[in-house]
């Protein structure tokens, strides 16, 4: 069973910036997929991000990215400590949401969040205009 736990959610003004984590636990994280969901209020779960576990020589780990947010957020990992980030830069009201991070065994993993078998509890990100 996997345990991920994130943080880092809060208050920000348009324009700025926030960095989430999600640390797991109870699996090794170098062959976990992670991912990045977010729930604004009144809307259905959507894809923001994700990150393979495999790295390609050249290439590195596969990173995925909603249009929405694409060239304003940055998922990375670092599987030393077993945590997974999203750096927010550019933050926008419509970024408001419930922030979840997501795991799956897969290499293959895409936007669909029914691919993810573990989730956190989630983290809030508002920000105002």
């Known amino acids: 069973q996997v345990q991920l736990v994130e943080s880092g959610g809060g208050l920000v003004q348009a324009g700025g910036s926030l960095r989430l984590s999600c640390a797991a636990s109870?699996?090794?994280?170098?062959?976990?997929?992670m991912g990045w969901f977010r729930q604004a209020p009144g809307k259905e779960r959507e894809f923001v991000s994700r990150i393979t576990w495999r790295w390609t020589p050249g290439i590195g780990y596969y990173q995925g990215y909603a249009d929405s947010v694409k060239d304003r957020f940055t998922i990375s990992r670092d599987n030393a400590k077993n945590t997974v980030y999203l750096q927010m830069n550019s933050l926008k009201p419509e970024d408001t949401a419930v922030y979840y991070c997501?795991?799956?065994?897969?290499?293959?993993?895409?936007?669909?969040?029914?691919?993810?078998?573990?989730w956190g509890q989630g983290t809030q990100v508002t920000v105002s205009s």
């Open positions: 997501a795991a799956d065994g897969s290499a293959k993993v895409g936007d669909d969040s029914a691919e993810y078998d573990y």
């Open positions: 109870g699996r090794t994280f170098s062959s976990l997929s």
